[in-house]
Structures are given as C-alpha cells and as structure tokens.
C-alpha cells in the first residue's frame, strides 16, 4: 500500500488549501478513506473520513470549513479546506479508515500546512 498525500503550503488566516491523496495497492473504492492531522507539539487528530459511497464525518474543529471528497476512478481523496485558522497548521495524512499494519493505522509522508496570522 502506498499513500501520497500533497497540496501542503502556506496560507494566509481565512485562505484555502486542496490536499490531494493517492492510494495505491488496496482496492480503494470500498474502503473509507480518513484524514487526520498533527499539530506541532500535539497528539494526531481525526480530521473527516469518507465512506466509499460519500458518506461523510468531520470532526467538530472542522465542520463547515472543510470538505472531504474522493474520486474512486483516480483512487484520489481531497480535503478542500476553507476560512483556515492558525489552529488548522499541521502535518496532514491520509489513510484508509479500515487498514492496520502491526496493530496501528498505515501512514504517508503526510503534507504541511502552515496558516499565518
């Protein structure tokens, strides 16, 4: 299984990211996709998962700001975040919801995004 997670940047308060997340190696269409993220100094938090069909999950800091979406023909997951905050910076990762690899989610390089005062 590979994930590559892109679309990281700097941001300016009230700006707009899209992340990008290729999978590679699982039948992507079936399994619910999720992104969290890591703040610096901070534990990894639940950001928005996506079921297969788009069924969708976001955690309360992000409801109505950010939008998780997939294209199960490009096995692509998207999480377009908007009105970013401070608070939002972070290392972002995807991974599918349902994967474990010795006991513990399977991670990307994951991608940063730093949103400025």
């Known amino acids: 299984v590979q994930l590559v997670e892109s679309g990281g940047g700097l941001v300016q308060t009230g700006g707009s990211l899209r992340l990008s997340c290729e999978v590679s190696g699982l039948i992507f269409s079936i399994n619910v996709m999720g992104w969290f993220r890591q703040p610096p100094g901070k534990q990894r938090e639940f950001v928005a998962e996506i079921t297969g069909r788009g069924s969708t999950k976001y955690g309360d800091s992000v409801q109505g700001r950010f939008i998780i979406s997939r294209d199960n023909a490009k096995n692509t997951a998207y999480l377009e975040m908007n009105n970013l905050k401070p608070e939002d910076s972070g290392v972002y990762y995807c991974?599918?919801?349902?994967?474990?690899?010795?006991?513990?989610?399977?991670w990307g390089q994951g991608t940063q995004v730093t949103v400025s005062t």
């Open positions: 991974t599918p919801m349902g994967l474990r690899i010795d006991g513990g989610r399977f």
